[in-house]
């Protein structure tokens, strides 16, 4: 079952704009706490770029500053990625991250992640 579901990825010349959409389910999306969007260059580690979380309050990676903007859309379940200004170190797997909390049996808050499988972000001339 899929649970995350990234599109809009794909290849684009520096300097250029990319918008990428996360679909998550109805139950997901209004219990996580915060959602985003991390990435993986090859030979790298995988890194955040966004997040936003349930009040809106968003967070970037000093690299994507003014450049990437993350918003959500309560009535489509779903968060996007706004890329301008690209860069060729911006290629990369993009991938959407769900977090939140829920207390298990004995009440204890326990933390749950989803991610999504991935699209791919090429920057190049």
């Known amino acids: 079952q899929v649970q995350l579901e990234e599109s809009g990825g794909g290849l684009v010349q520096p300097g250029g704009s990319l918008r990428l959409s996360c679909s998550a389910s109805e139950s997901i999306f209004k219990d996580v706490a915060a959602m985003g969007w991390y990435r993986q260059a090859p030979g790298k580690q995988r890194e955040l770029v966004a997040t936003i979380t349930s009040s809106g309050r968003t967070n970037y990676a000093d690299s994507v500053k003014d450049r990437f903007t993350i918003s959500r859309d309560n009535a489509k379940n779903s968060i996007d990625l706004q890329m301008n200004s690209l860069k060729p170190e911006d290629t990369a797997v993009y991938y959407c991250?769900?977090?939140?909390?829920?207390?298990?049996?004995?009440?204890?808050?326990?933390?749950?992640?989803?991610w999504g499988q991935g699209t791919q972000v090429m920057v190049s001339p």
């Open positions: 991250h769900a977090e939140g909390a829920k207390p298990n049996y004995y009440g204890i808050p326990e933390e749950y992640e989803y």
